[in-house]
């Protein structure tokens, strides 16, 4: 085992992010993602990097296009509204085929919300993270290790299929502090002829951008693009499975509702109850066939967030009528506990799972 630092959660995303390659990093500050600003204004010009606070989210993330556009590894964070004003710039990233990543660090919402841990941007990620046919990779780490890990799968995956992609945490994981290592990885940078030429004439001039006034050019375009998105959901999905092999009570949640989901289905599992535990860490693509595997030697499906109820839609969506599908959700800030989890786990199995 190397060496291991006890780290915060937005702080050990910054650092990985300069190991993995980065050397622009563009924001603009909001609580609770505002330590990954601060520690890139020290550490990225030590790194012989670009820092650069925008004078919106707006700028930030257009930068960000601009350095993509060039070849090279650029990334932005923010948190809830902030990702809001980013989503324009995140379609055109998309429509112009470039490859980024994005911090989102939730908070809750609708609105200026407060500053507390939320799971409430899921649609915003999986379903509208900009106008347009598009997707962008979203991942959902769960410790601060694993924040860590997703930063250079992250970075790899956008350059692979030259899409953006999202580190979707919330404020409970960029707030704690946990010991992390950091990979020893080859950041050689990769050739990319798709981007702008170079002035001194070292590769051709390339010209990049998301209009095209020809409806038929268009459609063509989005279609290529959709043939790589299919092969990211064949390839990339992930998940963990804990204590699913003979679930009968099959619990679904990621982030930090799976941290507390976990104790739940281990005091559930002492008290007899067969709980297990999905866990997607990939939000798109979506793990639907691990899902319906795993749904399908269960007699019931909970899925737990910090929101309304958002990704328990795709559980549905995924797992097809074959099995019924509940909800258990906090939101606004509230983060759940193991004991009302255990609360919906133990009425679950009283009722025979069809509550």
């Not at 932005?76 to 980024?100: F, R």
């Not at 900009?130 to 694993?146: C, K, N």
């Not at 997607?280 to 793990?287: D, E, H, K």
Request: hydrophobic share 40%; net charge negative.
């Amino acid at each position: 085992m190397g060496e291991r630092f006890l780290m915060k959660g937005n702080e050990a995303l910054a650092e990985a992010a300069v190991l993995a390659g980065c050397r622009h990093f563009f924001c603009y500050p909001i609580t609770p993602q505002n330590e990954v600003c601060a520690y890139m204004s020290r550490r990225m010009p030590k790194a012989g990097g670009t820092f650069l606070q925008a004078e919106s989210e707006i700028a930030a993330i257009n930068m960000v296009l601009g350095a993509s556009a060039a070849g090279a590894r650029a990334m932005t964070s923010s948190s809830s509204p902030g990702i809001s004003l980013k989503t324009e710039g995140i379609s055109y990233l998309a429509g112009s085929d470039l490859p980024c990543v994005i911090l989102n660090i939730q908070r809750g919402g609708p609105g200026l919300g407060g500053i507390q841990p939320s799971q409430a941007d899921y649609f915003q990620a999986t379903r509208a993270p900009g106008h347009g046919d598009l997707r962008i990779l979203v991942f959902s780490p769960a410790t601060v290790q694993e924040m860590v890990d997703t930063v250079f799968d992250a970075f790899d995956l956008a350059e692979r299929y030259r899409m953006p992609a999202m580190i979707l945490a919330d404020g409970l994981l960029g707030q704690m502090m946990e010991p992390v290592e950091f990979p020893a990885v080859d950041v050689t940078p990769s050739p990319k002829p798709w981007a702008v030429g170079a002035n001194d004439g070292s590769r051709p001039r390339n010209v990049i951008n998301s209009l095209y006034l020809q409806a038929d050019v268009l459609e063509q375009r989005i279609r290529e693009r959709f043939e790589r998105y299919r092969q990211v959901e064949q390839s990339h999905s992930r998940c963990e499975e804990y204590l699913t092999g003979d679930a009968e009570i099959l619990t679904v949640a990621y982030g930090a509702s799976a941290r507390v989901v976990r104790t739940a289905v281990n005091d559930a599992r002492d008290k007899g109850i067969k709980a297990g535990m999905l866990r997607p860490l990939t939000l798109w693509p979506f793990p639907q066939e691990q899902l319906r595997a795993a749904a399908a030697r269960a007699g019931a499906v909970l899925t737990v967030e910090m929101s309304m109820g958002q990704m328990v839609e795709d559980v549905r969506l995924y797992t097809g009528g074959s099995v019924p599908v509940h909800f258990f959700g906090r939101t606004g800030g509230v983060v759940p506990t193991p004991a009302e989890v255990l609360e919906q786990i133990e009425r679950l199995n009283a009722e025979g799972g069809n509550g």
